[in-house]
Structure formats: C-alpha cells, structure tokens
C-alpha cells in the first residue's frame, strides 16, 4: 500500500514519468523476456513466402526476402535499445567523470575540458559518424553503439559540469573540506549520491542522441549488416521500394515503434527536467 | 565589432576547416593499404563496373603522391584541398571531380534548407512565446503541446510518414523529384507551382520537426524574461502589450535561441539532408546516399566537406550578427 502512494505521490510530481516508462516497457519486454518464444529462423532470408500482407499466419505479413515481420521487428526494437543503451551507457560514464572532474577542479583543466566538449557539440558528429562507419568493413550492434557513442557524452558532461559547479559551493561540501576529506572521497560520497537525478537525466538525453545518430547512420545503409535493427529495416525496405510497392506493413511497422521510442524517452526526460527546473511547474 | 574579433573569429573557421580536412585524411589511411586500391577492390566486389581502374589508381597515386612518406602526403592533400578546393575524382563518375559532383547538388539542399529553417525559427519562436504570453489563447498552448513529440522525432521518419500520407494516401502532392519529367520549365505559373510542390513534403518534415524544439526553448527562455523587473516596468509606464511582448519580451528572449541556432545547425543540417533521400531530392543528402551505395569514397568525404564547412560558417554568420543584435556584448 505504501509504495503504491509513493508512486502515486511521485507521479503527481512528474506526471510524464509513468507514462514514458510504461511505454518503454512495453516495447523492452518482447525482445527482451519474450525472445525465448520468438522462431529465430523467421528472421532468415527466404524462411518464408515473400511479401504476405498481415493475416492469421504472419500477424504482420513477411516482406521481399521472405523474413517475418513481427519476428524482425521484435529484434529490431531489442537491437536498436541496445545500441542505445550501450552508446548511452559510454557517454554518461565519460561525461560523468569528465564534467564532475572539471567541475570540481575547475581551473586550467575546466577550460581545456569544456573547450573539447564546446568543439565536439559544434562539429556534426553524423560527418564524423559516416567516415568511420564507410571506412570500417562489418558493424555489430556492439560496434555501432560505441560508434555512436561519440555523440552521446557532451551533453552529460555539460550537465554534470554544471550541477558540479553548484554543488561544490554548497555548506556541507565545504564542511569536508574543511574536515580534510580527500577530492576522492568527497566526490564520491557526499556529491555523487546528490547528483543521481542528473546522472539519469544525463543518460536518458545520451540514449536518445545515440538513437538519433544510429538511425543517421543505418538510413544511409551504414548499419548493422548482422542484425537487423529497425533502422536497417527501415533502410532495407526503401532500398526495396516497399512504400511505392504497398507493402506497408514492411516499412510503417518500424516508423511507429521508432516514434514510440523517442516519445517514450520523450516523457521520461521531460519529467526528469522538471526536477532540475522547478520553474515550469507554474506553466 | 572590432578588427581584432574579426580576424579571431576567421582565424577559428580557418582552423575548424584545416581539422576537418585532416579527419578526412587520416581516417581512411588507418588502413595499410593504398585507399584507392582497396576502394576501387571494393567497388569491384560489390559488382560495380570500375571502367578504367588502373587510370583512376594511377592518377590518384600521382596526385596525392600515394608514395610519398605520410606527413608529406597530408600536406600535399591539405593544399589541393585548400588552395585549390580539388577533393579528387569521384570514382563511379571517373574522371569527374568530387567539386563539379557536389556543387551541382549544393543549391537545392541550401533552398530548401533556408526556407525550412526561416519558417521554423520564426513560427517556433513565436509559438513558443505565445505559450507563456498570458493573453494568448488557448489554442497556442495546444498548438505547442501539440508540436513538442515532433521535436524528438528524426527529420527522415518524419518525412516517411508525411510522404505516406499526403503523396500516396492523399496524392496531393508529388512523390518526389524536383520537378515533374517532361515539365516544360521556364517561368509560367504552372512550371513554378510545379517545383513549389515538390518541395512542399521536404521542406515540412524538417518544419514540422524544428518548430517543435524552437517553441519548446523559447517558453523556458521566455518564462525566465517574463519575470524581469523591466518588463513590470514597462507595463507600469503603460505601453501597448504588442510593444511590450515584441520590443521587450520576445527580443529579450530571441537572443539565447540564435545562439542556440549556431550551436544547433550541425545537427539540422546532417538531420535534414537525410531527408533528400525521403522525396529523391537531388541534393547533398542524394549524392552522399548514391555514393554510399556505391562505396564512393572521395564523393562521401566531399559531401562531409560540405556539412563540415556551410556548419563553420553558419557559426561564423552568427557570431559576427550577434554583437549587433545584442549591445551587452562586447567583444575585445
């Protein structure tokens, strides 16, 4: 009873946060607790006739290899969280050490650190992404998540750096100090635990960036040619001209479970903003 | 603005230029090999038709002195590229230029992205100011909330449904192309209403996508002014509230989000020639995608080239505009 008013209490305060984990979940679960039950061979070339509409036998049609849709797009949707998850996971880890290190410090090593991090926000990172991903022979989707990752850490240092700024001036941070605490210890035991709500901020913003990137990268057929992830399909099925063919059910399926992606990611940052700006709550 | 600012700023551009010009030359040569014979090897296993292989090798060796110790190469490359703006033959188009391949393409994607970018800075702006504005109606706020999952959708999947919906499901407007084959072009009403609808779907998706993020900063931004001191002062002097909300709050507010533009435009740009793909749209977007398919490489490097270099001097633009728009800065 007492942690359903808690969630309660919590969703009044960031109405958006249920919903967008709800939503999440839904599209977590299938690959992830469902993939025991899915035929991996319908994912083959040619396991099945080519491009049956949607119906009793496939729930969403094969398309022109013969794979199975709904097989394709249950990976797809695992594939593509994963490549997010991992480039989300890299860029919190280095913006987390780069922006508490260059908060903390401050100094020559801030400048030189928020000078690399103003750099890189301004280059377009998809240049960089299509030179490595065309220059590289295979892709996994481990290798694409680090790929991406290259655009996933400037935000969470720029986030961190500034929480780290604020906090450090704060009463009981000078009090361990003064107390002669290590920068080390400091850092870890009393900022740290303060900074949890940016750090999933932090990392919600690096999982949608990455996201972003890797659908850059996969529309141009830069992708993954292992796994299908849905920007692979979604690249296949224009390189197969399934829109003006009518297949619909190739291409429309992966659009709606993207889109529901990035709303999903959507809800959660917004929810996890307002905690770091109160402000809005008056609008 | 002084000559010292200046000369730093073009100083920045020049350097930003130089670095992406050495990304281009050294990532492809982490590979031992000859780039262009690994390439033109590639192209070969992908069942392209390289006519001429050896000439395009052979050429290439001797231009960029494929032979010659590496930082000696660099230079070499650094100012053809530079001096001469020649970023090579492209090799499916053998012997075209990498520039005339480009170029070619350059004023369709700077159109549209003009027009998508004016439309949606100066829409999403306002949007976004109308939110918080406390007279605006209801339906702004709709409007915005409305926008807002827009703003986090890639421009390329938006532009998939919107060509699903309004040139298959709907065919009002055409499927793609810039103008209709066999069109007889010139300057009758019909000839330009022609290119206009082909250009209506990429210009939305990018549109659609940017008035989203725009409205989304500008009601935070705009939040923040509401509350100054000088805007109560303004109204306690009893001026009009369209001088209050446009020469007070808005143009306050207006100066962060150009900002925000110059840091942005990178992503916009890459974002939004992804679409040309989309509608078949001969630009930038539709050269790299080609040169993609056909592991094109020197054409691939060109075209990042372009984002690289129209990113700098966007940033350029801004900062030498922003001085002037806004009288608190002061640069030495």
């Known amino acids: 009873m007492s942690a359903l008013s808690q969630i309660r209490k919590i969703n009044k305060r960031m109405p958006t946060l249920l919903p967008g984990i709800i939503l999440l979940l839904i599209l977590v679960i299938p690959p992830t607790l469902g993939r025991p039950f899915l035929d991996l061979e319908l994912t083959q070339i040619s396991s099945s006739r080519i491009n049956i509409p949607p119906g009793a036998e496939y729930p969403l049609g094969t398309q022109s290899e013969g794979r199975d849709m709904l097989t394709i797009l249950i990976l797809g949707t695992g594939a593509t969280l994963k490549i997010g998850l991992i480039a989300g996971a890299i860029g919190l880890a280095v913006g987390a050490i780069l922006g508490m290190i260059s908060g903390y410090f401050g100094g020559f090593i801030d400048k030189t650190i928020s000078a690399i991090v103003d750099s890189f926000i301004t280059i377009p990172p998809l240049a960089i992404l299509i030179l490595i991903a065309a220059a590289t022979k295979t892709m996994s989707i481990e290798g694409m998540g680090i790929i991406v990752a290259l655009t996933a850490w400037m935000q969470p240092t720029r986030i961190i750096r500034s929480q780290m700024l604020s906090m450090k001036e704060r009463n009981y941070i000078r009090l361990a100090k003064l107390s002669d605490m290590g920068s080390i210890k400091i850092i870890f035991t009393e900022i740290l635990p303060n900074l949890i709500p940016f750090l999933a901020a932090a990392f919600v913003n690096g999982v949608s960036t990455a996201i972003l990137s890797s659908i850059g990268l996969e529309v141009l057929g830069l992708g993954s040619q292992q796994t299908l992830s849905l920007g692979m399909t979604i690249y296949y099925a224009n390189y197969y001209s399934a829109m003006w063919r009518g297949i619909w059910w190739w291409w429309l399926p992966p659009v709606i479970v993207i889109v529901l992606i990035f709303i999903a990611l959507f809800l959660i940052s917004l929810s996890l903003d307002e905690i770091g700006n109160p402000k809005f709550n008056r609008l | ?332």
């Open chain 2, 1 to 332: 603005m002084s000559i010292k600012y200046l000369s730093k700023r073009i100083l920045v551009f020049i350097v930003t230029i130089i670095l992406a010009v050495t990304i281009n030359f050294f990532i492809p040569r982490l590979t031992p090999q000859n780039p262009v014979a690994a390439l033109v090897g590639k192209m070969v296993s992908k069942g392209i038709t390289v006519v001429d292989s050896d000439a395009i090798v052979q050429k290439y060796t001797e231009q960029f002195g494929m032979n010659d110790p590496l930082p000696v190469q660099y230079f070499k490359y650094l100012k053809n590229v530079i001096l001469h703006g020649d970023l090579g033959y492209s090799i499916s188009y053998f012997p075209g230029k990498v520039t005339d391949v480009i170029i070619r393409a350059i004023p369709y994607t700077v159109i549209i992205m003009i027009i998508a970018n004016v439309i949606a800075f100066v829409v999403g702006n306002l949007l976004g100011a109308l939110c918080v504005w406390k007279k605006s109606p209801k339906l702004v706020k709709g409007v915005v909330y409305f926008m807002m999952p827009f703003s986090t959708i890639p421009y390329y999947i938006l532009a998939l449904i919107l060509l699903y919906l309004f040139a298959i499901l709907l065919p009002i407007f055409p499927i793609g192309g810039v103008s209709t084959a066999g069109s007889a072009g010139g300057f009758s009403f019909k000839a330009i209403w022609d290119t206009v609808s082909h250009a209506v779907l990429p210009i939305l998706s990018v549109v659609l996508s940017l008035i989203g993020f725009w409205a989304l900063s500008m009601r935070g931004i705009m939040a923040t002014v509401l509350g100054e001191d000088y805007l109560m002062y303004a109204q306690a002097r009893g001026l009009k509230p369209g001088r209050i909300f446009f020469s007070y709050a808005v143009r306050n507010s207006l100066l962060p989000q150009i900002t925000a533009f110059g840091i942005d435009i990178g992503k916009i740009i890459s974002g939004s020639i992804l679409v040309e793909i989309v509608f078949n749209y001969p630009g930038v977007g539709m050269v790299l995608y080609n040169a993609l398919r056909t592991a094109d490489y020197f054409v691939i490097q060109g075209v990042v080239m372009f984002i690289v270099v129209s990113v700098a001097l966007t940033m350029l633009i801004v900062d030498l505009i922003l001085p002037k728009l806004d009288p608190t800065i002061k640069y030495e």
